[in-house]
């Protein structure tokens, strides 16, 4: 696809790096570039080759959220041509969010209204010490309303209350310490860090990754019941009889490396 407001990449190790690519506005969306990200991580999603999805950005800052331009535009709009709009924004991050790979997000500068709610869909976040987020929807008369889920389920329900309605802007450091980011590095070690994390998700089977993403999704903050058991139950099952299952017990009971391991991870 012709791609406008994203560069995608990806290296010989299946590790595919998707960089917002509107430096001149601060990364700020629109909604041609949500629809360009949709199709985006729609393609990765597909492709077999992709094994790990990192999320960055160009320029000084990670997102500034909604652009300007578009947010005065729908202003102008009415309400069923906003539902229509935020059903766009919606279906990104649930995308972003279920994703079938491990993804990691990279956050330098600032991470503002929208942009939190990209951070809070990848499964690790790391940001540079000095990389800033603010929930700033109320300012401006507006709300943090589709990427509350995602929001919300990484720092809670307490702290959202505080920083949904205070829309103060907080350091790395307090992102991390409300379960936002779980890595701060020091300027321009974005790239070492993530690499760590990259290494250690490449040992793993492909498809137990895939498995643990939707074990997640399906169990977290439901009620232990007959039906949660039953799933864990069938989950556990299927996967062990799996081809990757299989070769997996294999190769740690022959006490060799598991096919996944290229020859010369082995």
């Not at 917002?20 to 199709?39: G, K, S, T, W, Y």
């Not at 766009?88 to 279920?98: Q, V």
Request: charge should be negative.
């Amino acid at each position: 696809m012709n791609q406008v407001y994203t560069e995608v990449s990806i290296d010989p190790r299946g590790v595919a790096t998707l960089t917002l690519n509107r430096p001149q506005v601060h990364n700020a969306f629109d909604d041609a570039m949500i629809a360009e990200l949709i199709a985006v991580l729609k393609d990765l999603a597909n492709n077999d080759e992709v094994r790990v999805l990192v999320l960055a950005a160009n320029g000084k800052n990670f997102s500034a959220g909604a652009d300007l331009n578009w947010m005065r535009s729908m202003a102008q709009k009415d309400y069923q041509q906003n539902l229509n709009d935020a059903a766009e924004l919606a279906t990104l991050m649930h995308r972003l969010d279920k994703f079938p790979k491990p993804t990691i997000a990279l956050i330098k500068g600032a991470a503002f209204g929208g942009a939190l709610g990209l951070v809070a869909c990848c499964d690790i976040a790391i940001a540079e010490e000095n990389a800033s987020f603010c929930l700033s929807e109320v300012r401006i008369g507006l709300i943090p309303a589709v990427i509350s889920p995602y929001v919300m389920r990484a720092i809670g329900e307490r702290e959202s209350r505080r920083y949904f309605l205070t829309a103060e802007r907080f350091m790395a450091a307090k992102a991390q310490q409300l379960g936002l980011l779980h890595e701060m590095v020091s300027e321009g070690e974005l790239s070492d860090s993530a690499e760590t994390f990259i290494n250690t998700l490449l040992q793993n089977s492909p498809a137990a990754l895939s498995a643990a993403k939707s074990l997640i999704h399906n169990i977290y903050n439901r009620k232990i019941s007959n039906n949660v058991i039953a799933h864990t139950e069938q989950a556990i099952a299927e996967i062990r009889v799996s081809p990757e299952g299989q070769e997996g017990l294999s190769a740690f009971l022959e006490k060799r490396k598991p096919a996944w391991l290229g020859k010369e991870d082995a």
